[in-house]
Structures are given as C-alpha cells and as structure tokens.
C-alpha cells in the first residue's frame, strides 16, 4: 500500500485520486485483472472520506479503466475493454501546456530535422528505421500497444536530435520529454491513443524518415513542421478536451 500515499486536502480531492489510480493502471503498477484495494483501505492511505473514494472509483469505471463484480470489489479492467475516454476538469491546464509545448518543439526539432538530413550516418538510418517499424507495429497491436507507439515516436525524434550534430538542440528536446514524463505523462498518453495514432499520422513520420534518408534538408524540415503543425492543431481541436 506505500504507493497510495497521503494526499492534502484540496477542493479537487477526487480529482487527484481518480488520476493517481489511472496513472497507476496506465503505468502497468495496477495490472488489468487486479482487484483494487477496498474504500475503507483506500481512504484510510489517502487520508480522505471513503465517499471521496466511491466518486473517483465511479470515475474510473466511466472511462473503462475499472469494472465492478457485484459482491466482489473492483477489478482493473483489461485494455480492450478500454473505450471510453473522459478527463477531468483538473486536466484542462494541462492540456493546454501539452499543447504549448508541442508548438514549442515545432521549429526546434523542424531545424533537427533538417540538419539530421545532411549529418545522419548509416547507423542513424538504421535506428531511425527501427524506430519507425516499431510505430508501425503498434498501430495494429491495438489499445494495449499504445504506449509502445509513443514510446517508439519519442526514440525515432530522439534519434534525429542526435543525428542533428547540435547537442544544444538534443538536451533541449530531453528536457521538454523529462517535463512531459513529470507532469503531463497521463494526459499525453490520453490524447497519443485517440489523435497520434493512426496510418494517417504514421505517413508523417514516414515523409520525415524519408526525406532524412534521401538527404533533403528542405524536405526533412518542412515533414517534421507538419507533423508537429498538425498534432499541435489536432489536439486543440478535440472537442472532448475543450476548455470551459
């Protein structure tokens, strides 16, 4: 139980309850088929009401991370049951952070992009090529293979940083990635599943893979600017992540 650890008390209790658990299945620390702790357990390590508890739990039920076996408890459901996609209000900043972020990384990795075509090595192709076999992958291994295609994403514009012989640039795209991991992982993971993950957005990548390879530094630049364009335009559009 020491990873359900004591939460202050906030207006948004059963927001920050609801998303440590979801953090917790998405992250693989609850497993699908696992039962959940009790109420009574959960409220007693989070220092809440068990109401509090019921709420957040409800929450999780609606987006399918959870299903109920009447008498029983609360199991983590498995992830093809996983259909509904729901975030909390408390979300909202986030995303738009997410959202700054993205246009952030735009022009930088644009300009890594560009400078990885006329500096890549064999290797880089090689690694780059992997990359992208790996997004391909996990575009047919279904709602389970999703972290998989971002993870794969993340290596495959890793690998272009590195290949853009600029170390500044490098560092400077780790640490907006390290941000991501630290405060905005769950809502990243949220939206790569409904708008980063489809044939369409792997044709992107596909066009920035091949423009590298063929050496065309206006090419390169211009693919990833797109991409980026039209992820950062794709998330701002979601009607179910608007802002009120």
Same mark, same amino acid.
């Given at each position: 139980?020491? /990873? $359900?650890?004591?939460?202050?008390?906030?207006?948004?209790?059963?927001?920050?309850?609801?998303?440590?658990?979801?953090?917790?299945?998405?992250?693989?620390?609850?497993?699908?088929?696992?039962?959940?702790?009790?109420?009574? /357990?959960?409220?007693?390590?989070?220092?809440?009401?068990?109401?509090?508890?019921?709420? =957040?739990? /409800?929450?999780?039920?609606?987006?399918?991370?959870?299903?109920?076996?009447?008498?029983?408890? !609360?199991?983590? !459901?498995?992830?093809?049951?996983?259909?509904?996609?729901?975030?909390?209000?408390?979300?909202?900043?986030?995303?738009?952070?997410?959202?700054?972020?993205?246009?952030?990384?735009?022009?930088?990795?644009?300009? !890594?992009?560009?400078? @990885?075509?006329?500096?890549?090595?064999?290797?880089?192709?090689? $690694?780059?090529?992997?990359?992208?076999?790996?997004?391909?992958?996990?575009?047919?291994?279904?709602?389970?293979?999703?972290?998989?295609?971002?993870?794969?994403?993340? /290596?495959?514009?890793?690998?272009? @940083?590195?290949?853009?012989?600029?170390?500044?640039?490098?560092? $400077?795209?780790?640490?907006?990635?390290?941000?991501?991991?630290?405060?905005?992982?769950?809502? @990243?993971?949220?939206? =790569?599943?409904?708008t980063e993950w489809s044939a369409e957005v792997l044709a992107e990548h596909k066009a920035?893979?091949?423009?590298?390879?063929?050496?065309?530094?206006?090419?390169?630049?211009?693919?990833?600017?797109?991409?980026?364009?039209?992820?950062?335009?794709?998330?701002?559009?979601?009607?179910?992540?608007?802002?009120?």
């Open positions: 139980m020491d /990873s $359900f650890t004591r939460l202050s008390r906030r207006p948004s209790l059963t927001d920050d309850i609801s998303q440590k658990l979801s953090r917790m299945i998405l992250d693989g620390k609850l497993v699908a088929g696992e039962q959940l702790p009790t109420e009574q /357990s959960l409220a007693e390590s989070f220092g809440v009401a068990r109401t509090v508890v019921r709420e =957040a739990i /409800s929450r999780l039920k609606h987006d399918g991370l959870v299903d109920s076996r009447q008498g029983v408890g !609360a199991f983590v !459901a498995e992830p093809s049951a996983r259909s509904a996609f729901r975030i909390s209000p408390a979300c909202f900043e986030k995303r738009q952070k997410l959202l700054e972020i993205l246009q952030l990384r735009t022009g930088i990795t644009s300009e !890594a992009a560009g400078l @990885a075509a006329v500096h890549r090595t064999d290797a880089d192709l090689q $690694f780059m090529d992997t990359a992208y076999d790996n997004m391909e992958r996990a575009l047919s291994g279904g709602d389970a293979a999703a972290e998989k295609h971002v993870l794969a994403e993340r /290596s495959f514009y890793q690998r272009i @940083a590195e290949a853009s012989g600029n170390q500044y640039i490098l560092e $400077f795209l780790s640490m907006l990635d390290t941000r991501i991991d630290m405060e905005l992982r769950s809502v @990243a993971m949220k939206n =790569a599943r409904v920035v893979l091949e423009a590298i390879r063929a050496q065309d530094e206006t090419a390169a630049s211009q693919a990833v600017r797109y991409h980026y364009s039209l992820a950062a335009q794709r998330l701002a559009d979601r009607a179910d992540l608007a802002d009120t």
